[in-house]
Protein backbone atom coordinates (compact mmCIF):
# COMPACT_ATOMS: atom_id res chain seq x y z
CA UNK A 1 0.00 0.00 0.00
CA UNK A 2 1.30 3.43 -0.83
CA UNK A 3 1.22 5.85 1.84
CA UNK A 4 -2.09 7.86 1.86
CA UNK A 5 -2.67 11.71 3.44
CA UNK A 6 -5.26 11.99 6.06
CA UNK A 7 -7.31 15.41 7.21
CA UNK A 8 -8.21 16.21 10.43
CA UNK A 9 -11.96 17.09 10.62
CA UNK A 10 -14.55 18.47 12.97
CA UNK A 11 -16.90 15.97 13.90
CA UNK A 12 -19.22 17.64 16.42
CA UNK A 13 -16.62 18.52 19.81
CA UNK A 14 -14.12 16.70 18.53
CA UNK A 15 -11.32 15.98 15.39
CA UNK A 16 -11.29 13.13 13.50
CA UNK A 17 -10.21 11.58 10.72
CA UNK A 18 -11.73 10.13 7.61
CA UNK A 19 -9.74 7.00 6.90
CA UNK A 20 -9.77 5.46 3.32
CA UNK A 21 -11.36 2.45 2.02
CA UNK A 22 -7.86 0.96 0.85
CA UNK A 23 -6.97 1.61 4.58
CA UNK A 24 -10.07 -0.32 6.13
CA UNK A 25 -9.27 -2.99 3.84
CA UNK A 26 -5.67 -3.77 4.70
CA UNK A 27 -6.50 -3.43 8.30
CA UNK A 28 -9.34 -5.66 7.92
CA UNK A 29 -11.55 -2.94 9.64
CA UNK A 30 -15.19 -1.10 9.29
CA UNK A 31 -17.33 0.89 10.81
CA UNK A 32 -17.46 0.50 14.89
CA UNK A 33 -14.12 -1.45 15.43
CA UNK A 34 -11.87 0.08 17.38
CA UNK A 35 -7.83 1.48 16.61
CA UNK A 36 -5.10 1.95 18.52
CA UNK A 37 -2.06 4.06 17.82
CA UNK A 38 0.33 2.35 19.16
CA UNK A 39 4.40 4.07 19.39
CA UNK A 40 7.15 1.87 18.88
CA UNK A 41 10.70 2.26 19.82
CA UNK A 42 11.71 4.75 17.12
CA UNK A 43 8.82 7.10 17.75
CA UNK A 44 6.74 6.04 15.29
CA UNK A 45 2.88 5.90 15.94
CA UNK A 46 1.07 3.00 13.95
CA UNK A 47 -2.43 2.40 13.75
CA UNK A 48 -3.40 -0.91 15.06
CA UNK A 49 -6.75 -3.03 15.41
CA UNK A 50 -5.08 -4.92 17.85
CA UNK A 51 -5.20 -4.03 21.63
CA UNK A 52 -1.94 -3.66 23.41
CA UNK A 53 -3.08 -4.38 26.54
CA UNK A 54 -4.88 -7.73 25.71
CA UNK A 55 -0.83 -9.23 24.00
CA UNK A 56 0.34 -7.84 27.84
CA UNK A 57 -2.57 -10.05 29.69
CA UNK A 58 -1.89 -12.80 26.91
CA UNK A 59 1.71 -13.04 28.01
CA UNK A 60 0.91 -12.61 31.84
CA UNK A 61 -1.51 -15.50 31.00
CA UNK A 62 1.58 -18.10 29.79
CA UNK A 63 3.81 -17.18 32.26
CA UNK A 64 1.34 -18.29 35.10
CA UNK A 65 0.27 -20.85 32.34
CA UNK A 66 3.91 -22.18 32.86
CA UNK A 67 3.93 -22.05 36.35
CA UNK A 68 0.98 -23.60 37.37
CA UNK A 69 0.45 -26.39 34.81
CA UNK A 70 0.67 -29.31 37.01
CA UNK A 71 -2.06 -27.97 39.20
CA UNK A 72 -4.20 -26.58 36.17
CA UNK A 73 -3.91 -30.35 34.69
CA UNK A 74 -5.40 -31.23 37.89
CA UNK A 75 -8.22 -28.82 37.88
CA UNK A 76 -9.28 -29.78 34.80
CA UNK A 77 -9.58 -33.49 35.88
Known amino acids: ?3 SKLK ?5 NSLGLIVPKEVT ?3 RVREGDALYIVADRAG ?7 DPAFDGAMQA ?14 LAK
Not at 8 to 12: A, D, F, N, S
Not at 61 to 74: D, H, L, P, V
Open 61 to 74: FERTRRKYRNAMRE
Open 8 to 12: LRKIG
Open 1 to 3: MTS
Open 25 to 27: DAL
Open 44 to 50: ELRLTPF
